[in-house]
């Protein structure tokens, strides 16, 4: 069965480094995902990427969080000065359309030490 | 706005028991969708069901089933039957008929004893 892949697993890293975290999405998938879950807490949006461009994107997806599809395969979330409030799970997710059921990764967890 | 709300913050209960887990949502569209997701301990979240709004058939599946009530704005979903394996933490989501990221409510974390 088509599966979310997400690499790494577990990403530490130290305050004000820059991270990418990486994602296969299923490959006949139209849209693409960033949700991230700190730790106990809900899971929120981040964005949502579509035709190769970003088509929504939350508050918390400010300035210091940017996505790319660089290859037509992979789906990267890069977190530039990373802080210690960015640890948490993050999650990809892909969907074959609108409205239809997001598919998500395992999730990387991201500590932020 | 669209918001997702899921009152009951933990739930435990004897295994072999039905357990309801509510959820209430607001939105201000006609067409949109709702979500069941699990997050068992090992993290990753498991799609259960998608309804869309002009769709109220209650649904079975196995020892689970889904109540959509438009007229409360719920879309309770109900184990029967309960075993250890359905702890989990469970979502309750939503998204608009005009967006595509998908709202999460804070979850119900489920207790199975045995």
């Known amino acids: 069965e088509p599966e979310v892949t997400q690499t790494p697993s577990h990403q530490v890293t130290q305050m004000g480094q820059e991270v990418i975290l990486r994602c296969v999405p299923i490959?006949?998938?139209?849209?693409f995902y960033w949700y991230r879950q700190i730790l106990g807490q809900k899971v929120e949006f981040l964005v949502s990427?579509?035709?190769?461009?970003?088509?929504?994107k939350s508050e918390i997806f400010d300035d210091q969080f940017s996505v790319e599809r660089p290859d037509g395969s992979n789906f990267t979330l890069k977190i530039r000065s990373t802080k210690l409030e960015d640890s948490a799970m993050y999650f990809c997710?892909?969907?074959?359309?609108?409205?239809?059921?997001?598919?998500f990764g395992q999730g990387t967890r991201l500590t932020v030490v | 706005a669209q918001k997702v709300t899921q009152a009951q913050t933990e739930i435990s209960v004897v295994e072999k028991e039905d357990v309801t887990l509510d959820c209430v949502y607001e939105?201000?569209?006609?067409?949109?969708?709702l979500f069941w997701y699990k997050q068992p301990p090992s993290g990753e979240l498991v799609f259960l069901i998608r309804?869309?709004?002009?769709?109220?058939q209650n649904e079975i599946s196995g020892r689970y089933s889904w109540n959509f009530q438009k007229s409360t704005s719920s879309f309770n979903f109900t184990i029967t039957a309960s075993q250890v394996v359905d702890s989990a933490v469970y979502f309750c989501a939503l998204s608009e008929g005009r967006d595509d990221k998908i709202i999460f409510g804070k979850g119900t974390r489920l207790h199975i004893l045995p």
């Open positions: 309804r869309n709004s002009f769709d109220e």
């Open positions: 997710a892909s969907s074959p359309d609108l409205n239809t059921e997001a598919f």
């Open positions: 990427f579509y035709n190769n461009e970003i088509s929504e």
């Open positions: 939105t201000r569209d006609t067409t949109y969708y």
């Open positions: 490959s006949n998938h139209l849209y």
